[in-house]
């Protein structure tokens, strides 16, 4: 298979940004997944999806490949659902990938939603954090309120905390409120991203940081970062299957109710027993 990055595209709904599988990328690209032959032209499938999503669609994309020669897929990666949902209901795409359930206001009578997965939330540190491998509830609202301040104070090394967030808007930081923070007030000090990407991006790069982001993107990527236990319970789906580890989004794809033959096929073949089992190798929770 050969991905192709090619140029730069204009803002499409709430600004259009492309995500590879490996590291974090925010531009404004499309990306392709294609397999050409000689015999057959090619059909494509326009998917657009935020960072985590983008992950494992394109996951799902390149299994699908491996049968199916004459598909191309072409993938935009937004900051938030909405913008997806915005692009497949102009018609600019042909699958929208959100990170929650469709609204009843969010439907226009000629769409269609199903859950694909859930997608495990992680709290995790720069590499530099040595010594903290367990947040308790208490801890991680102080941390967020800005009132435990250096590391040290964790068991960790003497330096300063810095707080990588999301808007309150955003899925992951509505999670951490409602299993964690509450509706505390977070420190003024925090560095607010809109786009996961970038909070992963800026985690990696940044000593001393924390930030919250999807437990399978950090382990597709094998990301160089510290997860952390919450409450003496590690991240992990068997942990979430036992009901004890809380904090998890769902993943959803969105899509025409009259798709395209191509779109058909990509949607049969992703809540297929194939498609279950990538989604169950690459940590993902599939809903059955």
């Not at 397999?35 to 996951?59: E, F, G, N, R, Y």
């Not at 319970?233 to 033959?261: C, H």
Request: with cysteine; hydrophobic share 40%; aromatic share 6%.
């Amino acid at each position: 298979m050969k991905v192709i990055f090619i140029a730069s595209v204009g803002i499409l709904i709430l600004g259009l940004s492309s995500c590879t599988p490996v590291i974090p990328n925010d531009g404004n690209q499309i990306s392709q997944i294609s397999s050409q032959t000689d015999a057959q032209p090619q059909q494509i499938v326009k998917i657009a999806s935020s960072t985590a999503m983008a992950t494992v669609l394109k996951l799902l994309a390149e299994a699908y490949q491996a049968n199916n020669k004459t598909v191309k897929f072409e993938f935009v990666s937004l900051s938030q659902s909405q913008g997806a949902l915005g692009a497949l209901k102009n018609d600019i795409i042909d699958i929208a990938g959100i990170t929650h359930r469709l609204k009843p206001e969010e439907d226009n009578g000629k769409i269609q939603y199903r859950e694909l997965a859930k997608d495990l939330l992680l709290v995790a540190t720069h590499s530099s954090v040595q010594g903290v491998t367990n947040l308790t509830t208490k801890d991680l609202r102080a941390i967020y309120r800005g009132e435990i301040a250096n590391w040290k104070e964790l068991g960790g090394p003497d330096a300063t905390i810095l707080v990588l967030d999301r808007p309150e808007d955003e899925s992951a930081k509505r999670l951490l409120r409602q299993y964690y923070l509450s509706q505390d007030k977070t420190t003024s000090k925090a560095i607010i991203l809109n786009k996961e990407g970038e909070l992963i991006q800026t985690l990696q790069d940044t000593p001393y940081s924390i930030g919250a982001f999807s437990l399978a993107y950090s382990s597709i990527n094998k990301l160089p970062v510290n997860r952390l236990s919450l409450n003496g319970v590690a991240p992990s789906a068997e942990n979430f299957i036992k009901g004890e580890y809380p904090m998890v989004r769902e993943m959803g794809l969105v899509w025409d109710k009259v798709p395209s033959a191509a779109t058909q096929g990509f949607i049969d073949f992703i809540f297929s027993p194939e498609g279950v089992k990538v989604l169950q190798n690459n940590g993902f929770v599939p809903v059955t």
